[in-house]
């Protein structure tokens, strides 16, 4: 990945309007016939892990705002009506509602090529903008360009839906950087955002795919991957490029179905990039960042409707995220349970507490007030509705703890859930120390948590989960 090419690996708004007037006026035409072009086609200039190579393409297909090409022989007249269908009818006009109609994109040219490779389809920003500084305007084909893997070299048995899903991925790119670059003249988002809008893309869409489902899985295997890690500079994304893009398309998606889709178009559309441009369109929905990324780390628990879940992707978004060591059981409980823990910014991280004799489980983490926001999840298996979030709050001494009664009478089972939502670098270290108190040592069984305090981002109620 590199700046010039970008790989594949619900309110109305003015946009959503002019999407919906265009899809209107063009309901009259139909899919070109593709003996109607079968003569036409162009010189095109696209790359591969071997470089740059010039193809003649074929015009085989067209719609409104879009144009389908590909070489001779390489894909079938249908496939070829089928996708500018999908693109006309169903891609374009999600998009364009979620992240922006930019004045540049009237209309788009989808080039099926065999790629080879992983890639299953890039956007080349300099086709757009080929004389920036640093574009390579010999390469540049001078339009809205989409190139993507013919059909029949695509890695599911859906082949159309998997061209269908990098459109819709791919588009996404060209939007941003039209609106941000080209129109606005800001720095391009930052990699791990981009990505993140783009998956979410995909999900926007209705394509969920065999790798959608692995990229989600290797996201919840890995909680302390950091957020914001995947860009086109880290030598690691490669190795964990499922991990990597699976984080980054959770959170957008978490945040979309939370605060509305509207939420991905104003993040593309605010001058900020990365976390920063997070957080102002957060802020305007009176919400912190550090907040909603504690609880992002719940609702990937959990997985329910409302502020601890995906919404309308709930039902795709189902994996459990690992716990960082073995339970902790009741007996260590019993005698006191230490351990050191060490987190970097922006990930989470998950500990799984068994319960033994019934009493008030003391959870303490010292020295973390600044950085780290906490929340125990108390469960009682076989009642799933049944569990309630209940966060740390700042004690006198810079740390953070909670006192929850009766634990190991109702609720049997808790998981520590703990996110480092900073901008600090380097990690952190701190202590966790857990023990269960009996009624003749303790005091009231069920103390009252002080209120929330927004202005911390540190929560401090008891959330019963719906």
Known sequence: MNSARRPFCASLSRSVLTAVLLSMLAVAQLSMPAGAHAQSGRWLWYATGSGWHHAYVLHLAAGPHVTVYARRGTVTPHDARVIADA????????????FG????????????????????????????????????????NRGNFLYIRTPNTMPDPTRLADVGE?????????IDFRIRVVDHHWAPEDDWLNEGLSVYAQFANHYFTERDALKIEAAAATPGWQL?????SNSSVLANARAAYGHAGLFVSY?????????????????????????????????????????????????????YGY?????????????????????QLEFGYRRRLIMASWTHQYLDVDSGLPGTLVVHLRGTASRITAAVVLQRPGYASASTVHWLHPDLNGGLVVHLGDFGAFYTRGVIVLADASNSTGQTSFRLDMHVAHASTTGPSHPTPPARNGNSGHAREVTHTK
């Open 166 to 174: 990098v459109a819709a991925h791919e588009l996404q790119h060209l």
């Open 228 to 232: 914001t890690n995947l860009s086109s």
């Open 255 to 307: 945040l979309a179905e939370r605060f509305g889709a509207s939420i991905a178009r104003d993040i593309v559309d605010n001058r900020n990039t990365g976390m920063e441009a997070v957080s102002q369109v957060l802020a305007r929905r009176h919400a912190s960042l550090a907040s909603v990324f504690s609880d992002w780390g719940i609702a990937s628990l959990l997985n329910r409707s409302g502020r």
């Open 101 to 140: 109609l930019p004045p540049g994109l009237r209309s788009v040219s989808i080039v099926l090529l065999p790629l080879g490779g992983m890639t299953l389809g890039y956007f080349n920003e300099d086709d757009i903008a080929p004389n920036r500084p640093g574009a390579d305007a010999r390469h540049s």
């Open 311 to 331: 919404g309308s992707l709930r039902s795709v978004m189902s994996a459990t995220p690992r716990y960082a060591a073995a339970p902790i059981t009741g007996n």
């Open 87 to 98: 693109f006309s009818w169903r891609i374009y006009p999600t998009d364009t509602a979620t």
